[in-house]
């Protein structure tokens, strides 16, 4: 049996998507900025603790993200097209490559009503 647990973080930045590829009318394409949601998950076995993870470990493992996302154009910070999706896989391999191994999911909400969702 495995375990899953998750825990949301939250910041504000600005984006602009390429309108190259949207076509110069898509609205998403004017600079806009969005009140970002980010809800990892984890999975695994609980270890000697009862954690699956320690949710101060999401957090530390999140917490350089956020900051370096917090408050910024996000094309100025990231060398991709800014989407959710795109997002939301950078997230999930930062977590998996630096800290968080048992990383299985990255929801990244740009709004109350849209999600994109990455998982392994």
């Not at 930045?13 to 110069?24: E, R, V, Y």
């Not at 004017?30 to 949601?37: E, F, I, T």
């Not at 809800?39 to 949710?55: C, I, K, M, P, T």
Request: net charge neutral; charged share 25%; aromatic share 12%.
């Amino acid at each position: 049996m495995s375990y899953t647990v998750s825990k949301d973080f939250t910041f504000e930045a600005s984006h602009q998507l390429d309108p190259k590829l949207l076509g110069k009318q898509h609205k998403c394409c004017r600079l806009h900025g969005h009140s970002y949601r980010v809800r990892v998950y984890v999975r695994g076995e609980l270890d000697a603790r009862g954690f699956v993870s320690d949710y101060s470990e999401i957090s530390a493992a999140m917490d350089p993200l956020i900051e370096s996302f917090d408050h910024r154009f996000l094309n100025d910070v990231l060398p991709f097209h800014t989407t959710a999706e795109n997002l939301a896989r950078h997230i999930f391999d930062h977590l998996r490559y630096h800290q968080l191994k048992n990383v299985c999911r990255v929801d990244v909400f740009e709004t109350a009503k849209t999600c994109a969702t990455y998982e392994q």
